[in-house]
């Protein structure tokens, strides 16, 4: 997987690059893959908060929205939980010094800037499927995205980008990487916190300078 995510991001670097300013510093980009949902608990957004991704392009690829629906539930849960509101998240603040010391690898509300991440990791399309990038500026942290045609793990079609959500980078507290290679826990400033599978993990603890230890406790 680290190897299909390598060969994403090199495609990806010169359609980032293009809709930032001209010699912005980038780190990334990054695929972002989805959690397991039954297994590391990823909170599913509500199709409200999701953005509506790719919404002008051709939507002949794949073989229906209802083979698509079906093959979303498998994989990632119900992608269409706005009837059922959120799952799997919390933003008692007298609950966050429990779920501190637990494995939960998400806590906040929606409106907190983890919430943002995971409602922004999480796009609707009419493409078969749409991957997420993560990319690090000095100046913010961002999501960027790219369509495929097929089911992953795949490549990404040959063209198309678009900007997604962002923040300052002074919002972003920490980063602390869990046990799993792949995974790591992004804090911010307002105190919630959520939790990245990046396949292509040693590129980003290269990259990116401060990442707490496995085992450190969480700030």
């Not at 399309?125 to 495929?148: E, K, N």
């Not at 290679?181 to 396949?199: K, M, Q, V």
Request: hydrophobic share 40%.
């Amino acid at each position: 997987m680290s190897a299909i995510a390598a060969a994403q991001a090199k495609d990806m670097s010169p359609r980032v690059a293009a809709l930032l300013p001209p010699g912005t510093p980038v780190t990334g980009p990054f695929t972002i893959n989805r959690l397991n949902w039954w297994r590391e608990r990823e909170p599913v957004a509500p199709a409200d908060r999701r953005p509506e991704v790719f919404s002008d392009g051709d939507d002949s690829v794949g073989t229906g929205q209802k083979a698509k629906v079906v093959a979303s539930t498998l994989f990632w849960g119900d992608e269409n939980a706005a009837k059922t509101g959120p799952k799997n998240i919390c933003d008692d603040p007298g609950k966050r010094e429990k779920y501190k010391r637990r494995k939960r690898g998400f806590w906040g509300g929606w409106d907190s800037l983890a919430g943002q991440l995971e409602a922004a990791i999480q796009p609707r399309s009419r493409w078969w499927y749409v991957y997420s990038f993560l990319v690090l500026t000095p100046d913010g942290l961002q999501v960027f995205y790219a369509p495929s045609a097929v089911m992953p793990p795949s490549g990404i079609e040959d063209e198309g980008v678009e900007a997604g959500w962002h923040c300052p980078r002074s919002q972003l507290a920490w980063i602390r990487h869990q046990k799993k290679a792949e995974l790591f826990e992004f804090g911010f400033a307002d105190g919630s916190w959520a939790t990245l599978n990046l396949p292509d993990h040693e590129a980003f603890t290269t990259q990116v300078s401060g990442i707490l230890p496995v085992g450190a406790t969480r700030p």
